[in-house]
């Protein structure tokens, strides 16, 4: 079974602190697809990255990370120096190649920053 | 923007009443999702269509069901409202479907059934 574990439930930083949000996943399967969407408290899921099983490159963009390691079946999610406008709550989610096309999500992190 | 629209953005409504969701997706996309985002289910995949076709089912009740019209637009009509449907309804769209694909979602429809 798939399954997307996000253990930290909620997160209050101070701004300029840098803070990291973990995503654990489950499946038995060799190629899937990992991703992060944000949800601000207007509503909208916002995408933020994608990434397959086969790239374990990590990915930096702007103050945005992300630290994606196979051998712990983790996808991390880091912002550096956090600002307010980064409060918001963080979906993790997997997608199995072979399996139908639905994503599945972990139970979100909810990050306040505070300034 | 996603360039997936929804509406509408709100909706209130009684117990044992009827209500469509409609959701137009992005330009050149064919595949069609919805989910449900509740307080005690989380977000959970409800069901797709591709180019007009149902491609996979979630975990949506008998009382829900879906269709996507010949101009790719998606209707989400739920029956017999219980006060636990209430819940953020979202529809995705990709262009062809597949994990290879990211899923880019509407703002939203906020169903409150009272």
């Known amino acids: 079974a798939q399954k997307v574990t996000q253990a930290q439930t909620e997160i209050s930083v101070v701004e300029k602190e840098d803070v990291t949000l973990d995503c654990v996943y489950e499946t038995r399967d060799t190629t899937y697809y990992l991703f992060w969407y944000k949800q601000p408290p207007s509503g909208e899921l916002v995408f933020l990255i994608r990434?397959?099983?086969?790239?374990?490159q990590n990915e930096i963009s702007g103050r945005y990370s992300w630290n994606f390691q196979k051998s712990t079946s983790s996808f991390n999610f880091t912002i550096t120096a956090s600002q307010v406008v980064d409060s918001a709550v963080y979906f993790c989610?997997?997608?199995?190649?072979?399996?139908?096309?639905?994503?599945?999500f972990g139970t979100g992190t909810r990050l306040q920053v505070f300034p | 923007d996603s360039g997936v629209t929804q509406t509408p953005k709100h909706l209130i409504t009684a117990t044992g009443q009827r209500v469509t969701l409609r959701c137009s997706p992005r330009?050149?996309?064919?595949?069609v999702y919805w989910y449900q985002q509740s307080l005690d289910q989380g977000l959970q995949f409800l069901i797709q269509?591709?180019?007009?076709?149902?491609?996979a089912k979630g975990n949506i009740l008998e009382r829900f069901s879906a269709q996507q019209f010949p101009d790719l637009h998606s209707e989400l009509n739920l029956s017999s409202l219980e006060l636990g449907d209430s819940a953020l309804y979202f529809c995705?769209?990709?262009?062809?479907?597949?994990?290879?694909?990211?899923?880019?979602f509407g703002p939203g429809t906020r169903l409150l059934v009272l």
């Open positions: 269509y591709y180019n007009g076709e149902e491609r």
């Open positions: 990434r397959n099983s086969f790239d374990e």
């Open positions: 989610a997997l997608h199995v190649l072979y399996n139908t096309d639905k994503l599945i």
């Open positions: 330009s050149g996309d064919l595949s």
């Open positions: 995705a769209s990709s262009h062809s479907g597949g994990g290879q694909e990211t899923q880019y």
